[in-house]
C-alpha cells in the first residue's frame, strides 16, 4: 500500500496563476483532510471531507476550493495564488475515530 | 472552539538525557489526544494516541505520555533519547463530538538532539 501520496512535491507560482494540489489513499478511508503548516502555527484545516461526495470548510478555506472526486481521491485548488499562501500543504486521510495518516506533503512559494 | 498549546516551541537536549514536552489543550468535553512526529521533509507520523482507558500511553520508538484530566495536559516523554530523535513533534486533540474526526493541532515542539 502506499497509503497518501501527493502531487507535487514543489510548486513556484506567480501571483494570480492557478493550480491544483492532488492527493489520493489506497486504504478505503473514508474521510479526507487538507492542511497548511506554517512555522509556529502547526497544522491548520483548510478544508475536509467526511465522505465521499461532502465537503466542509475547516479553520482557513478562504482562497481554496476542493473536490472529492471520489472515495480515493481529494484535490485542492488556488484559483487566484497570493504571496500568504505560500507554505507546505499536507493531505491526510482516516476511518472513524482512528487516527490521520498524511501524506509527504507540498512545498508551494507563490511569488 | 478547542485550543493546544505546546509550551515549549524548541528544546535542545543532549543525546541519553531524558526529554518531556508538555501540550495543554482547552476543551470542556471528552477528548482524544495524539501526539506525531515529523522528521525534517517528510509527513506527519503517529506516535501515539489517547481514546480511553488507562492514562499512560506507550508508543513507538520509546516514547510515553500521560493524561492528565484535571489539568488538560498530555505531556510527552522519553527517558533516553537518540539522536535520531530530533524532530518536530505536535500534540492534537479531537473532540469526542467534533464532526468528521477534526483535529486541532499544537504549534509544534522542535527536539534537537546534541551528541
Known amino acids: 500500500n502506499a497509503g497518501v501520496t501527493q502531487t507535487p512535491k514543489f510548486q513556484v507560482l506567480k501571483t494570480g496563476q492557478s493550480m491544483t494540489l492532488q492527493c489520493a489513499q489506497d486504504m478505503n478511508h473514508n474521510s479526507m483532510y487538507w492542511y497548511r503548516q506554517d512555522p509556529g502555527m502547526g497544522l491548520r484545516l483548510i478544508y475536509y471531507s467526511a465522505s465521499e461526495g461532502t465537503t466542509d470548510k475547516g479553520e482557513v478555506p478562504n482562497g481554496y476550493n476542493v473536490s472529492r472526486l471520489n472515495k480515493r481521491e481529494f484535490s485542492l485548488r488556488l484559483e487566484s495564488a497570493a504571496p500568504s499562501q505560500t507554505s507546505v500543504y499536507f493531505c491526510?486521510?482516516?476511518?472513524?475515530?482512528?487516527?490521520?495518516?498524511f501524506g509527504p506533503g507540498t512545498r508551494l512559494t507563490v511569488l | 472552539a478547542q485550543s493546544v498549546t505546546q509550551l515549549d516551541s524548541q528544546v535542545p537536549v543532549f543525546e541519553e538525557a531524558p526529554v518531556e514536552l508538555r501540550c495543554n489543550y482547552s476543551s470542556s468535553v471528552s477528548v482524544y489526544l495524539f501526539w506525531y512526529v515529523q522528521y525534517p521533509n517528510q509527513g506527519l507520523q503517529l506516535l501515539l494516541k489517547y481514546l480511553s482507558g488507562s492514562t499512560l500511553v506507550k508508543g513507538i520508538n520509546g516514547f510515553e505520555a500521560e493524561f492528565n484530566k484535571s489539568q488538560t495536559s498530555f505531556h510527552l516523554r522519553k527517558p533516553s533519547v537518540h539522536i535520531s530523535d530530533t524532530a518536530e513533534y505536535f500534540c492534537?486533540?479531537?473532540?469526542?463530538?467534533?464532526?468528521?474526526?477534526?483535529?486541532?493541532f499544537g504549534g509544534g515542539t522542535r527536539v534537537l538532539v546534541k551528541p
Open positions: 492534537a486533540v479531537r473532540t469526542l463530538e467534533a464532526a468528521g474526526n477534526k483535529l486541532t
Open positions: 491526510a486521510s482516516s476511518v472513524g475515530t482512528s487516527e490521520q495518516f
